[in-house]
């Protein structure tokens, strides 16, 4: 089993969506998690820190279920800039482990 | 303020070459990470780097070698390319407490024929 698993994807919605990816991770001893946005061809950028108590920003929200091992991110009211692949990321001590991803692309 | 410097941007080896990638940092982080990026797989950690003189191997270390003789420089060696390690490679460092993120450098695209 890979340590982080996402949805599989790609999601193809129309502007104004609500879109939400899920990731699961093995390691219960995982102590922070992230989400990262990749466009085509370039590096990851963060997106935003998922904490225990649920976080927004804006259009996006971040979840996690420690008890159940799993982290969402929902995008509200989505934009055509919002296509791109949604890397989930955990860290567990030293080292950081990606999901393989999952792509939106966002149309018109 | 220049973060996270990857070179080269692109390189295309031969079966059997040899070369080192670099990537350096300025911003003072004491954790570094080289990542390798192929389609379909997400980003697979190769080796990593708690501090100056410490190296660690992540997911994939195999055919790869690392050192941090200097604070700011993770060096990534390929001593006997593979056409298996075509591929893109991301270098990443962070502070290193917790639940700081990760910034990553522009990346290197390698082709092994």
């Known amino acids: 089993r890979k340590e982080v698993e996402q949805d599989p994807g790609p999601f193809n919605v129309p502007e104004g969506a609500t879109v939400a990816f899920n990731c699961t991770y093995s390691n219960s001893a995982s102590q922070s998690f992230f989400w990262y946005r990749q466009d085509c061809r370039k590096e990851p950028k963060l997106l935003m820190s998922v904490y225990s108590s649920g976080n927004e920003d804006g259009r996006f929200t971040a979840q996690l279920n420690r008890a159940s091992q799993y982290i969402s991110l929902l995008i509200r009211d989505s934009k055509l800039s919002d296509s791109a692949t949604y890397l989930c990321?955990?860290?567990?001590?030293?080292?950081?482990?990606f999901g393989a991803g999952t792509r939106l692309t966002v149309k018109p | 303020n220049a973060g996270v410097t990857q070179t080269p941007k692109f390189r295309v080896l031969k079966t059997g070459q040899s070369m080192t990638l670099l990537c350096a940092q300025d911003?003072?982080?004491?954790?570094m990470y080289w990542y390798r990026q192929d389609p379909g797989m997400g980003l697979r950690l190769i080796h990593y780097s708690v501090g100056e003189g410490t190296t660690a191997k992540g997911e994939v270390p195999d055919g790869y070698n690392v050192s941090r003789l200097k604070k700011q420089n993770f060096l990534l060696g390929l001593e006997s390319a593979a056409p298996s390690q075509t591929s893109v490679y991301f270098c990443?460092?962070?502070?290193?407490?917790?639940?700081?993120?990760?910034?990553f450098g522009n990346g290197t695209r390698l082709t092994v024929t």
């Open positions: 990321v955990v860290n567990l001590a030293q080292d950081m482990r």
């Open positions: 990443a460092s962070s502070p290193g407490t917790w639940g700081t993120p990760l910034h």
């Open positions: 911003m003072n982080h004491e954790y």
